[in-house]
């Protein structure tokens, strides 16, 4: 239905000196989920404010389909933007929350009942109409928040930190939910948040956040797998950069000490014994995950982190032991 082109956006509050988002540009297909992950503080609610209206960008575009909304008054630009909380209207009826922008469009009271009704079945929550929000759990609340942000068929999802406040379980719930409907409504989506693993269970395409623009935009398997750049590589949870001259093992790209390579926690290896192209180290810290156990090793004044599934050894904290890295799973990082 849409496609978004956000275009070298400049933004910088009044009385800050540093702007929050610098040459940003970022593009969406028609009825993709892009999820938009960045640091506390990076500017990714700023983004949302500029693109629904809420604030202003001092330069740049904001496109819908090609043409520009920066002119267009907020409510009629086509994007909701649903929050942490769901701000429902605490006096309304689940009913009336759902249907109000149906009522503000003038739509019959049959209409109103009927769509109302298909989205609490689409949300799975079918026959609560009667209730006030007080009355919903967190996850309904954001289910019913749902269904009003989407009941007017919008151009545009924006989605900030949707569910940042509920429990795990809650948590994983609504995120299948949310995909699933977003889906089938087919509305482009912006997802944003700061946790990497709702990131890559959420979206077609995720982008990464530092520093007022995007550092990184793919597929979560590919950026996963292979980030480019230091700054996606640290995005992704990857911590252990190696020069060339520091790898113990060949691998296939040629050996040089301008090349950088790094390698996923999970492709380490810790071990008592010294094997084949292991190096020794010491044990500096050590987290007990359940399904897994992260190790901290100090290796001369470089540090390797390691993520070791199902141990068959605990290592403890001074423990000498030796580090084995999965050769076929190291990537070069371009600076
Ligand atoms: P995020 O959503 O990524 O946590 P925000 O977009 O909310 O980040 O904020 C980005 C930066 O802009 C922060 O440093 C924040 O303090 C600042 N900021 C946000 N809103 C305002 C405002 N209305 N006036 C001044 N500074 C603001
Ligand atoms: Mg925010």
New binding site residues.
Partial sequence: MTTINILSLNKT????SAP?LKDFSLSTNDGEMVALL??????????LKLITGI?RPDSGDIQFDGSSILNIEPNKRGAVLMFQKSYLFPFLSVEENIGFGLKVQGASSETIRAEVKRMLNLIGLPGIERRKPGQLSGGEGQRVALARALVTNPKLLLL?EPLSSLDTSVRMNLQEAIRTIQREFGVTTIF?THDLGEAMAMSDRMAL?LNGGIVALDKPENLFHRPRSLAAARFMGVSTFLNGDQLPVKCEASLSSEKIFAIRPEHIRIQKEACKDSIQGVVSDCVFRGEYVEYQVAIDEMTVRARMTMPAQMFSHGEQVYVNFQSEKLFEIHW
């Fill in positions: 509050y009044l009385n800050q929050v960045g640091p506390s503080g990076s500017g990714k609610s700023t983004l604030e900030d944003v956040l």
